[in-house]
């Protein structure tokens, strides 16, 4: 572990361009359950997919019932060492930007720059009408449901249009501008940080390889074997806020003295 930290601190000491690419396991470790985890609040709820919730007036209060009883879960987590060690390398001037699988925004908690985080599964902190496409601030939208239970499934003000989670659901099509802009970033940076990420949901999972192939150099921090373990300079596993917080410091250190 000591020896790959180094590794990591040396590639990490060299680049200039580096893409955070940042998945489940930077959560979990802020207390947000994995969707693939076994037990636990996910499991309470029947998962509801894009089409069905078009469709189903069943499914968008199925929908509904969940997004009420899991946004609070989202709203009261704090950011982790994983978070604070990635603000630490955008005020280093060595963070070309983080694109996140992660819908908690806690990247912005932590306070990296907002134009930094490239959301590609969306957020949950605002909630949008499919049919005008006006955002509400999911609060706003937690506090009517939790005030009235009168009230199953939110419509829009403006047009009475169904209100969704601002994320991107199972069946969903992935934000084409987020991903146009993601897939460029990474093959532009000169190190791509794979955290907490299983690199199995796709099409979020090509991004490191892309990077790979463009010749950036590749770190991955998980705690589990991934699929692209054999294409990187360093892998380490372990926890992603413990080991990048080691690596970040030892690059702080070299640079200070």
Not at 19 to 37: L, N, W
Not at 161 to 174: E, N, P, R, V
């Amino acid at each position: 572990m000591e020896d790959a930290i180094k590794r990591a601190a040396d590639l990490l000491e060299r680049s200039r361009k580096i893409v955070a690419f940042t998945g489940a396991g930077v959560s979990t470790e802020s207390g947000i359950p994995d969707f693939r985890s076994p037990g636990g609040i996910w499991e309470k709820h029947e998962l509801v997919y894009y089409q069905d919730f078009i469709e189903s007036g069943e499914a968008r209060r199925k929908y509904w019932l969940r997004s009420r009883a899991t946004y609070p879960v989202f709203r009261d987590a704090s950011p982790n060492q994983t978070h604070l060690a990635l603000v630490e390398l955008e005020k280093m001037g060595k963070l070309n930007c983080i694109v996140t699988q992660n819908i908690d925004r806690l990247h912005h908690k932590a306070g990296n720059l907002p134009e930094k985080v490239i959301e590609i599964h969306g957020n949950n902190a605002f909630a949008v009408c499919l049919n005008c496409q006006r955002m509400y601030p999911r609060e706003e939208i937690q506090k009517l449901l939790e005030e009235n239970y009168k009230i199953e499934v939110p419509h829009c003000r403006e047009c009475k249009g169904f209100l969704k989670d601002a994320t991107i659901s199972f069946g969903q099509s992935m934000p084409e501008e987020e991903m146009n802009e993601a897939m460029r970033r990474s093959q532009a940076c000169d190190l791509m940080l794979t955290l907490g990420s299983s690199l199995v949901v796709y099409p979020a999972a090509y991004l490191p390889r892309y990077a790979h192939e463009a010749g950036a150099k590749l770190i991955i921090i998980n705690m589990t074997v991934t699929p692209l373990d054999h294409l990187a300079d360093v892998v380490i596993h372990g926890k992603t806020g413990e080991v990048l917080r080691l690596i970040v410091k030892e690059v702080k250190k070299r640079i200070s003295g």
